[in-house]
C-alpha cells in the first residue's frame, strides 16, 4: 500500500492553542481530537468537516480513546479526572477522579468494560465501566516516575514511563515483565501480530522491542524527540514506523531495515505531537502545537 504524502487542504483549525492528542473510531470514517483548549472535536477527515465538540474538561486534554462499537469514548487530561462519554449525545455519562495530579493516557479493553488511565502520580488505575463505583478496581503501582502511556491488549496492559522502563501486567496470570529503556518513555504501541512493542523514547530514537525476550529488532532515528511526548505508531499493517518530531516534521521508517522512507514538513514548523493511521487504507492524521489537525492521503 502507499504511503499517504499529500496534505489535504485546509488543515482543521477549531482548536485554540496546541492540539495533544488525535484518533480513529474503529470503522476510521471519524477522527477525535483533544487540546489545550479543553475541547475534544469529532470530525469527518473526509470532508474535512466538524461534526460535534464536547465540552467538559477544566483543564487541557491530552488523550483520547474509543470503544469497539464507537457509540463512546474516554478522555482524559489535566484535570486529573476521566471521562467516559456517549458520542451521539455528547453528554459524560461517567466521571472518574482519584489521580494526584494530570492523567496523561487511556485506554479501553477489547469490549470497553474497563478502562485503565495512567497518570503523572506514577499510578495506572482500573475502572470498571459497568459499575457506579468511584473507587478503582486495581491501582498498579511499580512505575517509579509519570506514566505516559499505556495501551491495553487482551489480558495485558502495556505501560511506558518517564522511569524509563516499559512493563507488561498479564493480569490473567498475574505477571509483570519490566524492560528498561534507559530513556523516558513517551509512547508504546503493540505490533499487530503481538509479537513486538514500538517505543519512544526522549533520545532522539523508537525502539521495537521483542516482546519474548526483550531484545531490541530495529532502531529508528532522524527524528527529533528530546523534551515533549509525542506518539508513534505502526502504519500499513506494520509495513511502516510513523512519528512526530519537534522540528515540525512527519517521519517514516520501513520497518524491516529502518530507513526512512518519507519526510513531511507541517504544523508550521512546531512540535508535531501525535499520528494515527487509518486500519484500511493509505490515509493518517496528525496533530501539533500550531493548533491544527491535518489529514494526509495518497495522491
Same mark, same amino acid.
Not at 491501582?139 to 505501560?159: C, F, M, P, R, Y
Given at each position: 500500500?502507499? /504511503?499517504?504524502?499529500?496534505?489535504?487542504?485546509?488543515?482543521?483549525? *477549531?482548536?485554540?492553542? $496546541?492540539?495533544? !492528542?488525535?484518533?480513529?473510531?474503529?470503522?476510521?470514517?471519524?477522527?477525535?481530537?483533544?487540546? $489545550? *483548549?479543553?475541547?475534544?472535536?469529532?470530525?469527518? #477527515?473526509?470532508?474535512?468537516?466538524?461534526?460535534?465538540?464536547?465540552?467538559?474538561?477544566?483543564?487541557?486534554?491530552?488523550?483520547?480513546?474509543?470503544?469497539?462499537?464507537?457509540?463512546? /469514548?474516554?478522555?482524559?487530561?489535566?484535570?486529573?479526572?476521566?471521562?467516559?462519554?456517549?458520542?451521539?449525545?455528547?453528554?459524560?455519562?461517567?466521571?472518574?477522579?482519584?489521580?494526584?495530579?494530570?492523567?496523561?493516557?487511556?485506554?479501553?479493553?477489547? *469490549?470497553?468494560?474497563?478502562?485503565?488511565?495512567?497518570?503523572?502520580?506514577?499510578?495506572?488505575?482500573?475502572?470498571?465501566?459497568?459499575?457506579?463505583?468511584?473507587? #478503582?478496581?486495581?491501582?498498579?503501582?511499580?512505575?517509579?516516575?509519570?506514566?505516559?502511556?499505556?495501551?491495553?491488549?487482551?489480558?495485558?496492559?502495556?505501560?511506558? =514511563?518517564?522511569?524509563?522502563?516499559?512493563?507488561?501486567?498479564?493480569?490473567?496470570?498475574?505477571?509483570?515483565?519490566?524492560?528498561?529503556?534507559?530513556?523516558?518513555?513517551?509512547?508504546?504501541?503493540?505490533?499487530?501480530?503481538?509479537?513486538?512493542?514500538?517505543? +519512544?523514547?526522549?533520545?532522539?530514537?523508537?525502539?521495537?522491542?521483542?516482546?519474548?525476550?526483550?531484545?531490541?529488532?530495529?532502531? /529508528?532515528?532522524?527524528?527529533?524527540?528530546?523534551?515533549?511526548?509525542?506518539? =508513534?505508531? /505502526?502504519?500499513?499493517?506494520?509495513?511502516?514506523? !510513523?512519528?512526530?518530531?519537534?522540528?515540525?516534521?512527519?517521519?517514516?521508517?520501513?520497518?524491516?531495515?529502518?530507513?526512512?522512507?518519507?519526510?513531511? +514538513?507541517?504544523?508550521?514548523?512546531?512540535?508535531? +505531537?501525535?499520528?494515527?493511521?487509518?486500519?484500511?487504507?493509505?490515509?493518517?492524521?496528525?496533530?501539533? $502545537?500550531?493548533? =491544527?489537525?491535518?489529514?494526509?492521503?495518497?495522491?
Amino acid at each position: 500500500m502507499p /504511503f499517504p504524502t499529500y496534505a489535504k487542504s485546509p488543515p482543521l483549525r *477549531d482548536h485554540v492553542g $496546541a492540539v495533544n !492528542v488525535v484518533t480513529y473510531n474503529t470503522t476510521g470514517q471519524y477522527i477525535l481530537s483533544g487540546g $489545550a *483548549d479543553r475541547k475534544i472535536i469529532l470530525w469527518n #477527515p473526509n470532508q474535512l468537516k466538524l461534526v460535534k465538540s464536547y465540552n467538559a474538561h477544566g483543564y487541557g486534554v491530552l488523550d483520547i480513546a474509543v470503544s469497539f462499537d464507537n457509540s463512546k /469514548f474516554v478522555s482524559c487530561g489535566g484535570d486529573r479526572t476521566i471521562f467516559l462519554w456517549d458520542v451521539s449525545t455528547g453528554i459524560t455519562t461517567r466521571r472518574m477522579g482519584g489521580h494526584m495530579s494530570r492523567v496523561n493516557t487511556v485506554d479501553f479493553n477489547v *469490549d470497553a468494560s474497563v478502562i485503565a488511565s495512567g497518570s503523572y502520580d506514577s499510578n495506572v488505575r482500573l475502572w470498571d465501566c459497568k459499575s457506579n463505583s468511584q473507587k #478503582p478496581i486495581q491501582i498498579l503501582e511499580e512505575a517509579k516516575d509519570s506514566i505516559t502511556s499505556l495501551q491495553i491488549v487482551g489480558n495485558e496492559i502495556i505501560t511506558g =514511563s518517564v522511569d524509563g522502563c516499559v512493563r507488561v501486567y498479564d493480569l490473567r496470570k498475574g505477571q509483570l515483565t519490566s524492560d528498561y529503556i534507559g530513556h523516558p518513555v513517551t509512547s508504546v504501541r503493540q505490533s499487530t501480530d503481538e509479537a513486538c512493542i514500538l517505543i +519512544s523514547s526522549l533520545d532522539n530514537t523508537i525502539r521495537l522491542l521483542d516482546k519474548t525476550n526483550g531484545t531490541v529488532l530495529q532502531s /529508528f532515528k532522524g527524528h527529533e524527540n528530546k523534551e515533549f511526548r509525542i506518539s =508513534s505508531c /505502526f502504519g500499513d499493517n506494520d509495513v511502516f514506523v !510513523v512519528s512526530g518530531s519537534e522540528n515540525g516534521k512527519v517521519v517514516a521508517w520501513d520497518l524491516l531495515s529502518g530507513r526512512i522512507v518519507h519526510e513531511l +514538513s507541517c504544523h508550521s514548523g512546531e512540535v508535531v +505531537s501525535c499520528v494515527t493511521y487509518h486500519t484500511k487504507k493509505p490515509q493518517m492524521v496528525t496533530c501539533g $502545537a500550531d493548533g =491544527s489537525v491535518q489529514v494526509w492521503e495518497y495522491h
